[in-house]
Nanobody, 119 residues
């Protein structure tokens, strides 16, 4: 069974930094595009950043210059380095991945990790 497990969330003051990790486990054949999304109460889930297997990236405008997405294909892991955090970055952050695995094909999601930025 394929699982995505996020870690690295927490409470940080405005201007601080956090690094989120998302490790994909299971009988993985290939991981294609991977991404980070976030959801705040009363709002739809928002794309934060995505990265292709080849390393091409895309970000929502509100995090450009502050967040960096990266991946380690050997470890089946995607990261989100978040700097200069703002209170409006407070949300539950979810990773996802386009997965090809034995018995599994499709886009899978992690369980989410809470990021809280205090002012």
């Amino acid at each position: 069974q394929v699982q995505l497990v996020e870690s690295g969330g927490g409470l940080v003051q405005a201007g601080g930094s956090l690094r989120l990790s998302c490790a994909v486990s299971g009988r993985i054949v290939s991981l294609n595009t991977m991404g980070w999304y976030r959801r705040t109460p009363g709002k739809q889930r928002e794309l934060v950043a995505v990265i292709t297997r080849g390393g091409s990236t895309n970000y929502v405008d509100s995090v450009k210059g502050r967040f960096t997405i990266s991946r380690d294909n050997a470890k089946n892991t995607v990261y989100l380095e978040m700097n200069s955090l703002k209170p409006e970055d407070t949300a539950v952050y979810y990773c996802n991945a386009d997965v090809i695995a034995l018995g599994t094909l499709g886009t899978l999601w992690g369980q989410g990790t809470q990021v809280t930025v205090s002012s």
